[in-house]
């Protein structure tokens, strides 16, 4: 029972190499997406998904980049990090109900860009 | 726009005590109020939700959420805190006009429960 499974865990990144977070759940969610965390600022959305090939930016979409091949899968793409991407990531899935979706969470990634 | 507003950063009880976490919110349409709550290097759990209905909405872990449209507020409360229930407490809401699971959160909110 898996559920949304992030790797890696913890990531120490120089300025601008590129890397790539990864989110996968199998709960067949049709809907995917990817928060950070940053003290005091709660999250705030980066990209989204709302099914295989489909994509949209959130809130703060700037030196990312998603791509979404399969249902399981939504990896988001650092291009170039900078220190000001140091944050925790998290990625979050949801399946429509007319009851109201309920978002689960991965474990999150922490990333730390030097 | 959309937004969350806790207003307390931090929230002192004592064990045994009741306790409240704020949040109030600006959304058009029927909003959808969720609570998270996060324990130190961990995800998001999920608390509860308010989608349609009654008011008073119950919890996982003994907590509950009182819904009041008039005050647009939806603030957490629990009639008797552990120690356990120190965490970072997120309000979050989604507009049911875009039920695409985006939600926007609060800033989080620290309980601290001293024994």
């Not at chain 1, 190499?17 to 997406?33: I, K, R």
Request: glycine fraction near 8%.
């Amino acid at each position: 029972n898996a559920g949304v499974t992030q790797t890696p865990k913890f990531q120490v990144l120089k300025t601008g190499q590129s890397m790539t977070l990864q989110c996968a759940q199998d709960m067949n969610h049709e809907y995917m997406s990817w928060y950070r965390q940053d003290p005091g600022m709660g999250l705030r959305l980066i990209h989204y998904s709302v099914g295989a090939g489909i994509t949209d930016q959130g809130e703060v979409p700037n030196g990312y980049n998603v791509s979404r091949s399969t249902t399981e899968d939504f990896p988001l793409r650092l291009l170039s990090a900078a220190p000001s991407q140091t944050s925790v990531y998290f990625c979050a899935s949801s399946t429509y109900r007319s009851s109201g979706n309920t978002i689960y969470f991965g474990e999150g990634s922490w990333l730390t860009v030097v | 726009a959309q937004s969350v507003a806790q207003p307390e950063d931090q929230v002192n009880v004592a064990e045994g005590n009741p306790l409240t976490v704020k949040c109030t919110y600006s959304v058009s349409g029927n909003p959808y109020l969720f609570w998270y709550v996060q324990y130190p290097n961990r995800g998001l759990q999920f608390l509860l939700k308010y989608i349609t209905g009654d008011n008073l909405v119950k919890g996982s872990y003994g907590f509950e959420a009182e819904f009041n449209k008039s005050q647009t507020s939806f603030h957490l409360k629990k009639p008797s805190a552990l120690v356990s229930d120190s965490a970072l407490y997120f309000c979050a809401v989604s507009s049911s006009s875009s039920n695409t699971g985006k939600l926007i959160f609060g800033q989080g909110t620290t309980l601290q429960v001293k024994p």
